[in-house]
């Protein structure tokens, strides 16, 4: 459900206003959370499943150097929030470790309720790169690895940033405003949609595509690593000025709520290597990790979100 806030924001620029339209339909009136035709992804056999965040099913065919032909799958969710409602919000996972990269589960920690054995989360201070505005695919890497030893008995949830915004593999200008000073207003996305930023589509393909070829070495390193049923996925696509309907407009990014194809279609690449694990629960681990909420809302704007 929708707050008032984020209702009158969307009135207040007619590219929200397209975007709130569709999002009605595809919720059905904001009577779904989530995309109920979706995978759950808890139902789905695996020992590790690597998540590619914002990783259409198209690029990854086109681009992915991994080992096997990957299937299709449909995700709960248009962008990671969602996504995450729809895949642990109120659950009981105490058999599962999450690595992630992205901050969205702690932002929505509270609404969420989820119960993993560990949360590892790599956006922290000690995995966020200054430089770049992100998290590099090799600190996320190391983590997963660390996690992997420390946890030989829990299913391993590893969330990679990549290919997401910001494009850490293109020499490119356009994007990188969020090295200076994060944007305050609109998101990099929106921008794009209304207009305020105009950048040919291609470009911004190639510099997400860059994105992907960038963090596949490490998705590979971890293939050779583990053993077990390992999959790798994607929380959700990302449109690059694709139209969308029923309310006919132009669309950048990943906008939550809006469920066509290039969004909710995702790959779903299957890698078995040895013996499965034994996998058992286990009470939580240890205490949530904390850190200042203007942490929190620094690295969201870092990756485009508002």
Excluded at 12 to 25: K, S
Excluded at 80 to 92: C, H, I, K, P, S
Excluded at 186 to 215: C, M
Aim: hydrophobic letters at 35%; glycine letters at 6%.
């Amino acid at each position: 459900m929708y707050s008032l806030f984020e209702i009158r924001r969307a009135l207040a620029n007619p590219a929200r206003i397209g975007l709130e339209c569709n999002r009605l339909y595809y919720r059905r009136g904001y009577q779904r959370d989530y995309n109920l035709d979706g995978v759950d992804i808890f139902a789905e056999e695996w020992d590790t499943l690597i998540i590619l965040d914002a990783c259409r099913y198209d690029l990854f065919t086109k681009r992915s150097t991994l080992p096997g032909e990957p299937e299709v799958r449909y995700s709960r969710g248009s962008g990671t929030a969602e996504f995450l409602r729809g895949n642990v919000a109120n659950r009981d996972l105490r058999d599962t470790v999450y690595v992630t990269a992205n901050p969205q589960l702690y932002r929505y920690r509270d609404d969420f309720k989820a119960r993993f054995h560990d949360v590892i989360h790599v956006w922290m201070e000690d995995g966020w790169d200054e430089h770049y505005g992100t998290v590099l695919p090799e600190t996320t890497t190391q983590y997963a690895l660390d996690a992997a030893e420390r946890y030989p008995d829990k299913r391993l949830l590893v969330h990679y940033l990549q290919p997401h915004y910001p494009f850490i593999g293109a020499d490119t200008e356009f994007d990188k405003g969020h090295l200076e000073a994060p944007d305050k207003g609109d998101s990099f996305w929106l921008r794009l949609t209304s207009g305020e930023l105009a950048v040919a589509p291609e470009v911004v393909w190639d510099a997400y595509a860059k994105n992907l070829d960038f963090v596949l070495p490490y998705v590979k390193s971890l293939l050779e690593e583990f053993e077990g049923r390992t999959v790798v996925t994607s929380d959700h696509g990302n449109l690059i000025n694709e139209r969308v309907f029923p309310i006919p407009m132009r669309v950048w990014g990943h906008p939550k709520g809006i469920h066509v194809e290039h969004l909710i279609k995702v790959p779903w690449l299957v890698s078995e290597a040895g013996t499965r694990k034994t996998i058992t629960a286990g009470d939580p681990a240890r205490a949530e990790q904390t850190v200042d909420e203007e942490v929190v809302t620094d690295r969201l704007e870092s990756l485009g979100y508002v």
